[in-house]
């Protein structure tokens, strides 16, 4: 499986797993981002770091870290 990193700018995808622990999952789920939502990379930065999203009709920035453990497809 993939995960939200390793997706190109302009394709939308389905979230189905987070895989962090704990307060960090938390945050992650408090953003909108749950299992069964699309998003849609608008953007990246040129050293990777960070990822914009579209999740749930607004925009997010992510930190590739925590990009990382958003599995999709």
Do not use: C, F, N
Not at 13 to 40: A, C, F, H, N, Q
């Amino acid at each position: 499986m993939k995960t939200l990193k390793e997706v190109a700018v302009g394709q939308t995808v389905t979230v189905k797993k987070l895989s962090g622990v704990g307060p960090v999952k938390r945050r992650i789920m408090d953003m909108g981002i749950t299992k069964g939502v699309e998003v849609y990379v608008r953007k990246v930065a040129p050293l990777g770091d960070p990822v914009e999203v579209t999740v749930r009709g607004y925009e997010l920035s992510l930190r590739r870290a925590d990009a990382e453990m958003i599995e999709v497809e």
